[in-house]
């Protein structure tokens, strides 16, 4: 995934200079016209010449992108979307380890059989993190792995992806991935900064 454009779209009635991002599950368009659409929106895809159409539930998007680069995103788009597993990094022999249980039904769904409680196997760790007092629990069990921090989304969270971020940077980690998780939860990936 991960491509970007500068394009001229048709989206909604409206025509303008748009940023498209492609992200594993969404294509988010910035500038003249602003909207997020999620993977699973698009019904199907054509190129046209120079343009790129998009098929999704309730209209379609025409994206001027010029053929050569039009082939490249619908390339893009014809890759499956990768599961959240993938996402994490988690399967095909990498195990997690979790501190905790899990709460959120998708990312439990995720990781299922792909579980493992002995750390020292353990390619990555995962915790739900909802108050600060619970990374300083994770950091004091995982040691050197390096973990998924999930978040809830939102301004009402009470341990928001912000204030892990500002935690973890002072205490010397740097943010290597992150990710959705589900439609209320976000996760980080991070390690400690090598020296």
Known sequence: MGRQAQAQISFRGQKGQTRLLLEADELICRGEIRAVISRAAILDFVVQGDDLI?????????????????????KAL???V???SEKLGIGSGRKAFLVDAIKD???AAALK??????????AV???ELSRREDLVQVL???GRLSFWGVTEKGKNSSFSDADLRREMRVLGYVDTKACSVSTRMTATRW?????
């Open 125 to 127: 760790a995962v915790a």
């Open 113 to 122: 059989g792909k579980v493992t409680q002995d750390i020292g196997n353990a």
């Open 82 to 84: 990768p599961t959240l």
């Open 191 to 195: 390690q400690i900064r090598s020296a």
């Open 54 to 74: 998009l098929a999704l539930q309730e209209d379609t998007l025409v994206a001027s992108l010029g053929a050569k680069e039009a082939a490249l995103w619908a």
């Open 140 to 142: 004091s069990k995982i």
């Open 105 to 107: 039904q998708d990312l």
């Open 78 to 80: 014809a890759k499956p």
